[in-house]
């Protein structure tokens, strides 16, 4: 194993940081959204819920732009032909998504209960919508994605929108969904007080089941799926096209990393004890607790994910020779060593300058301090 | 083969969504520093008018921030969606800009943005001053970031082709960040926001100044904002001949272009002040010229030239033939990467590579290629004359008339007297919208001028785009533009309320003092702790 393999790991993992950074922060916020119009019941609720998150949305919405840009960095060809083969389910992520800063930051500058109904809807959708589809565009890395590439590695996507929300990529989507809704949830509980924290702990509850409950189908299904299977090719550390190698598909081949390595039966195990962690813990009312066990069940689906897909990353189903994987989609080994370089100095940074706001902006929210304070949302 | 309606439309899109984007940008990089000096002063002097100019014009910019926040979600992620054989090609070094840009620029603005407004009560007078300055700071790193990535674009330095995988690689990260174009262009585009920030901010206060309403904010922010805008322009003048120079060297067709170069001529060349470029004919019509000024411009000499458009297209036909091998050998290299004499052929002809591609677009099969089609791409590589010519015009014309402006406000304001000069009043409110045209012919000059690559030399703009169907390229530009609209609408409708509303007046005769932290019982911010969920 030469520098440029290790380089190449070394992003994948940071890839997976980066992207629990995303699920973890961005989740929290979308739940909130998703589930603004349940947990807040009149405006002065909604006020609170989205107060609780106000100061911190705007830092935690980067790791999704970070995410974007890591992966335009250290796998540029996942970055062109995903985004581009995925262009309707993008184009819904962006349109949802650009309204969340604005339905934070004008929603409550005029009183008018039209306008503030409007963008009450504005925030379910934008909560709702990406994080349906950030999971199933997970979903459709098992199912393998149709596109090729021509000599001069000009990607083409040949199917249609529609073959994007298959069943399965649906109950990934719904998985992703009702984790940032139980993560949202444990926040407004954390952060407000009475009937609203009551309802976020319900909520947080029901959530965390049919996370655990789509979770476990999933992992069904997945056996029984057609796997990828990685036959030969020019293999780690070589630079190289992603029309050198080939791949073959088989039922159960995406179990095959946790055959080899049965260790990684410790993945999913997070997964599912950080998710009963948090359910228990809003059982108990220890809101801090459960936002923390959620954090580790995030780490343990992703990883999970990750850990069955590798080396694969955006797996060809009309072509599977032409799969991207870690090895052939990834920049040159010089650009993984300054990226890995700027990462590792400036993550750790972002996490205590964070935890600093966090600190600072600590407490409850009450529907007293929204009323009275000209900055709140 | 791609479909030309498809390059158009992603053209359009991104220019439509560029432009869009960079009318909220300048004014953010602008008013972050105002903010950042308002609150200074208060910090230094303690006196609260200049925490409540700091906070009145924080609400103003809190309601443009949210649009660029917005609209820069679509500029990340649009190279992928739309351009994604440009992002395969060279995300190898345009990617990495763009990741640092996060990691050392968003994440910095946006976590101390929220601390900015909401933490006047939370955090003590030095705390929020030094987050208010983090604020400024970062948006002007993530300036400098995006610069370089497109500083790369402009003149891709720091990077070569790689045959085996297809794609360029990073060659330097030193010479990506130090190239001359992105350092210049970085100092040019920021202080550019400087201006917009310094004028929005004197046009405001010049409208309350003439109805008579918030007399004391409205006479420190127009002073503050003019002593900054006059330095800024004169900056934003001298860079913009920097870039220039830059631009003579590493862009001769951009300059051509801007200066409608046609025939060449010897030194010294006279400056075409206006002239109306006739790109089929290749002549000006209507020309009004000055004297030997291009060269004194460009070169900083009387006997200095540049090459014209008719010297750069002889140039071009050269470039085409010679890249034509390099392409032809690149085909063997994808089937066999270890064909030796392939190798040799494209490492022989690899300069001019960028060329072979921009007349595979009439040749798709470069075995037959003809001199015609090699004719016309060579004429293809001069972008649109008249659109750059003019939109450059516009930019200069634009800066050195704000320039003016705030030569004649930064005297009568420090004289005192700009309440005694309503006419100078109502030219500071008419001057809001001359910064942001002027910005956006800025961008126009840039990105119109580096046609037809999106990489200079490189790549062309044609070969970039994603294979996608005329159908889903116009659902997603209706898209955007029904959905801009609608934004621009809503934000300028609660800009112009805002500003009629005004800053709240003065409670008290020293106004509303910071309330120590933490918060007082009837603040009704509970002490418990909060922050378990970031480790603290």
């Known amino acids: 194993m030469n520098g440029y393999a290790i380089a190449q790991i070394i992003w994948w993992l940071l890839l997976g940081v980066l992207l629990v950074g995303l699920a973890v922060m961005v989740g929290m916020d979308m739940g909130v959204g998703a589930s603004l119009r349940y947990v807040g019941r009149t405006d002065t609720e909604r006020r609170v819920a989205l107060n609780i998150i106000g100061p911190h949305w705007d830092g935690n919405q980067v790791w999704f732009i970070l995410g974007g840009g890591a992966i335009f960095a250290a796998f540029p060809l996942i970055y062109a032909t995903a985004f581009s083969g995925f262009y309707v389910v993008m184009l819904l992520l962006l349109w949802t998504m650009i309204l969340r800063p604005i339905g934070f930051e004008y929603r409550s500058r005029i009183g008018n209960p039209a306008w503030r109904g409007a963008w009450d809807w504005a925030l379910v959708v934008s909560g709702a919508v990406p994080m349906v589809v950030f999971g199933a565009a997970f979903g459709n890395l098992f199912r393998g994605v149709p596109f090729h590439f021509e000599w001069n590695m000009t990607s083409f996507y040949t199917g249609g929108f529609l073959g994007l929300l298959n069943p399965f990529a649906v109950t990934t989507g719904v998985l992703s969904l009702a984790m940032s809704v139980m993560m949202g949830s444990l926040t407004v509980m954390n952060g407000a007080e009475g009937t609203m924290a009551a309802r976020a702990r319900g909520l947080a509850q029901v959530a965390g089941t049919v996370a655990i409950a789509v979770f476990a189908i999933d992992g069904f299904w997945v056996h029984s799926m057609a796997g990828y299977h990685w036959v030969s090719g020019p293999g780690p550390g070589i630079p190289q096209t992603p029309l050198q190698q080939a791949v073959i598909t088989s039922p159960g081949a995406w179990f095959g990393n946790f055959t080899a390595h049965p260790v990684l039966w410790c993945v999913p195990v997070l997964g599912f004890a950080g998710m009963i962690g948090a359910i228990l813990a809003a059982r108990a009312k220890f809101s801090h607790l459960g936002w923390w066990s959620g954090a580790l069940a995030w780490i343990g689906v992703i990883g999970t994910a990750g850990s069955a897909l590798f080396p694969f990353m955006l797996p060809s189903s009309s072509d599977p020779s032409m799969s991207l994987t870690v090895w052939n989609s990834s920049s040159s080994e010089l650009t993984l060593r300054w990226m890995i370089g700027f990462t590792v100095f400036f993550v750790p940074l972002i996490l205590w300058y964070t935890g600093w706001a966090f600190w600072v902006m600590r407490g409850k929210i009450t529907p007293d301090m929204v009323e009275s304070d000209e900055h709140a949302y | ?536």
């Not at chain 2, 060349?269 to 109306?276: D, E, G, H, K, S």
């Not at chain 2, 007349?359 to 090699?374: M, S």
């Open chain 2, 1 to 536: 083969m791609i479909n030309g309606t498809v390059i158009d439309l992603s053209r359009l899109q991104f220019a439509a969504t560029a432009l869009y984007h960079f009318l909220f940008v300048p004014l953010t990089l602008g008013m972050s520093f105002l903010l950042a000096a308002m609150e200074t002063v208060y910090v230094t002097t303690g006196r609260p008018i200049y925490r409540r100019m700091a906070m009145f014009w924080g609400r103003l910019f809190m309601i443009n921030f949210a649009l660029g926040v917005a609209t820069g979600l679509t500029m990340e992620f649009q190279f992928g969606t739309n351009w994604s054989f440009y992002s395969s090609f060279v995300g190898d070094i345009f990617g990495a800009p763009l990741a640092i840009e996060g990691l050392m620029a968003f994440f910095m603005e946006s976590t101390f943005i929220g601390l900015m407004v909401f933490g006047w009560h939370r955090l003590s007078k030095g705390q929020h001053l030094a987050v208010t300055w983090l604020v400024a700071l970062a948006s002007n790193l993530s300036a400098l970031w995006i610069l370089v990535a497109n500083g790369f674009m402009q003149d891709p330095q720091g990077a070569a082709f790689d045959p085996t995988t297809m794609r360029m690689h990073l060659t330097s990260f030193q010479d990506l960040i130090f190239s001359p174009d992105a350092q210049s262009k970085f100092v040019h585009t920021s202080i550019a926001g400087y201006v917009t920030g310094a004028i929005f901010v004197a046009g405001v206060s010049a409208y309350y100044l003439l109805r008579n309403r918030h007399v004391e904010l409205a006479k420190r922010s127009f002073r503050m904002a003019v002593l900054f805008g006059v330095l800024a322009t004169i900056g934003v003048v001298t860079l913009g001949d920097a870039l220039g120079f830059v631009d003579a060297q590493a862009q001769p067709t951009k300059l051509a272009a801007m200066e409608g170069l046609w025939k060449t001529e010897p030194a010294p060349l006279p400056l075409n002040l206006i002239a109306f470029p006739d790109q089929a004919q290749q002549r000006n019509h209507g020309a009004v010229q000055i004297p030997a000024v291009l060269s004194l411009l460009e070169t900083h000499s009387l006997d200095g030239t540049v090459p014209a458009i008719d010297a750069l297209e002889r140039q071009a036909v050269r470039q085409v033939e010679d890249g034509i091998p390099a392409v032809q050998a690149l085909q063997t290299l994808s089937r066999n990467p270890e064909d030796p004499a392939a190798l040799a052929q494209f490492n022989a002809h690899r300069e001019d590579l960028g060329y072979g591609f921009l007349v595979q677009r009439y040749a798709p099969d470069l075995t037959r290629v003809t001199p015609a089609e090699i004719r016309q791409a060579a004429r293809d590589s001069i972008p649109p004359v008249a659109a750059v010519f003019w939109s450059f015009r516009v930019m200069v014309g634009t800066g050195l008339a704000m320039l003016a402006f705030f030569v004649l406000a930064t005297l009568y304001s420090l004289r005192n007297r700009i309440q005694e000069k309503p006419w100078l009043l109502k030219l500071a409110m008419g001057m809001i919208p001359v910064p942001f045209l002027a910005n956006e012919a800025g961008w126009l000059v840039a990105e119109l001028g580096r046609q037809p690559w999106t990489v200079y030399g490189v790549l062309p703009t044609w070969m970039s785009v994603s294979t996608h169907s005329v159908g889903y390229m116009a659902f997603s530009l209706i898209g955007f533009v029904a959905l801009y609209s609608t934004f621009i609408a809503i934000e300028m409708y609660l800009m112009v309320r805002t500003i009629r509303i005004g800053p709240p007046e003065a409670r008290g005769p020293r106004g509303p003092q910071p309330r120590p932290r933490p918060m007082p019982a009837g603040g009704a911010f509970a002490t418990a702790p909060h922050a378990a969920r970031t480790g603290d």
